[in-house]
C-alpha cells in the first residue's frame, strides 16, 4: 500500500504538473472506483479547472474552481499517471518537475512527459489506458491524468470542498507527523489512549499520528532501538523523543527519494523511486544490521511482517509485551 511519503511524492508531482489546466472529459469503467452522480459530473466537474492539489494523511485531494474536490484515495493498489505530449511547448510554473528527454533511460516515447506513482507495476510506465485505469481524466489541452487500480478498492470521490473536513476519516485521523508545528511533546501525548498497545500497532493506527505504514514503521523503531512488541507504556519520554526524531528524518528522506516504489515508480524527471536503497532494515532480514552487524529477523507484529535487529532492539520482558 502507498505510504505518506509515496502519496506526498504523487501530490509535489501532480502540484506541479496540473494547477490551471481545464477538464474536458472523464470517463470510468465502474462505479465502485468512481461513486458520483452524473449530475454533479457534468455540472462541478467538467470544464473546471485544477486550483490546488493537497494531502491528509495517505489520501489526495484535487481542489476545483467550481469549489468541489475530487478526493482520491489510492488503498493497496491505486496509483495515478499524467501524461502530455506537449509540456515542452507550454508556459507552465512547474514547482518540483521538469520535461523528460530523448536522453532518460525510461521507456516511454522521447516527446512524451509522464509522471507516476504509487503502487509499482508497468502500468506507471506502459501503455495506458490498459486494464488496470479505472478512470480517465482528458483535460482540454489534450493531456490525462489516469487513476489505475488493480484490485479496485480505491477510489475518487467528487464532493464539496466544504464538506471534504466532515467526512468520516478525515475527523478521526491524527496529525501530520511532518507538520513544523507537531511537536515531541504533542507526538508522546497522542500515545496514551494506546497505553497497553505494541508500540508499532499504536505507531500504524491512523487515529494516533497519520500516514504511517509498515516500513516507516519498521525503520524509525530500529532507528531508535525500540522492539516493536513492547508496549506503548514501557516507551520511556527520551525514546518517543529519539522515535519522533527518527520518524520524521526516514519519512523525510523517502519523499527526498520519491518514496520507497522500487520497480517502475517514474518522476518527471525521469527518476524512479529509491528510498529502499537507503532502508535499514526493511527487507533486510538475513542481511547484517548496519549498526551492530547482527543478523537482521523478519517475524510477525501488528498483523504485519516486521523487521528488527535482535541486540539493537532488545526484546521486551514478558511485563513490557503484549500479544502480537
Request: charged share 25%; with cysteine; aromatic share 8%.
Amino acid at each position: 500500500m502507498p505510504e505518506l511519503p509515496e502519496v506526498e511524492t504523487v501530490r509535489r508531482g501532480l502540484h506541479g504538473l496540473i494547477i490551471g489546466r481545464a477538464i474536458k472529459k472523464v470517463v470510468h469503467d465502474t462505479p465502485k472506483s468512481f461513486p458520483n452522480a452524473a449530475a454533479d459530473v457534468e455540472r462541478f466537474l467538467i470544464g473546471a479547472k485544477i486550483t490546488d492539489v493537497r494531502r491528509r494523511a495517505k489520501v489526495l485531494m484535487i481542489d476545483l474552481s467550481t469549489g468541489y474536490t475530487l478526493v482520491i484515495h489510492l488503498k493497496m493498489t491505486g496509483q495515478l499517471v499524467f501524461v502530455d505530449k506537449n509540456l515542452e511547448d507550454r508556459s507552465l510554473n512547474v514547482e518540483y518537475s521538469q520535461p523528460l528527454n530523448s536522453t532518460s533511460t525510461i521507456p516511454i516515447a522521447a516527446d512524451e512527459v509522464r509522471f507516476g506513482a504509487g503502487h509499482p507495476n508497468d502500468s506507471l510506465i506502459g501503455e495506458l489506458p490498459d486494464r488496470s485505469t479505472r478512470v480517465t481524466f482528458t483535460f482540454e489541452d489534450g493531456s490525462h491524468l489516469f487513476f489505475n487500480d488493480q484490485r479496485k478498492f480505491g477510489w475518487v470521490k467528487l464532493m464539496p470542498t466544504l464538506e471534504v473536513p466532515n467526512i468520516d476519516f478525515m475527523r478521526k485521523v491524527g496529525p501530520e507527523p511532518l507538520e513544523h508545528d507537531f511537536t515531541q511533546a504533542q507526538f508522546r501525548e497522542r500515545f496514551a489512549r494506546r497505553a497497553k498497545s505494541p508500540i508499532k500497532a499504536a505507531l500504524l493506527d491512523q487515529t494516533v499520528v497519520a500516514g504511517v505504514g509498515n516500513i516507516y514503521a519498521d525503520e524509525s523503531l530500529w532507528g531508535a532501538k525500540i522492539h516493536p512488541l513492547r508496549k506503548v507504556a514501557s516507551v520511556t519520554d527520551a525514546e518517543y523523543d529519539l522515535l519522533y526524531g527518527e520518524l520524521r528524518d526516514v519519512m523525510n528522506l523517502a519523499i527526498e527519494k520519491g518514496g520507497s516504489t522500487d520497480k517502475n515508480y517514474v518522476n518527471a524527471e525521469g527518476k524512479r523511486g529509491s528510498y529502499m536503497d537507503f532502508a535499514r532494515v526493511f527487507r533486510r532480514e538475513g542481511q547484517e544490521c548496519s549498526r551492530c552487524g547482527t543478523i537482521i529477523v523478519k517475524f510477525k507484529a501488528a498483523g504485519r511482517g516486521t523487521h528488527i535487529c535482535p541486540k539493537c532492539q532488545t526484546a521486551p520482558t514478558p511485563s513490557d509485551t503484549i500479544g502480537t
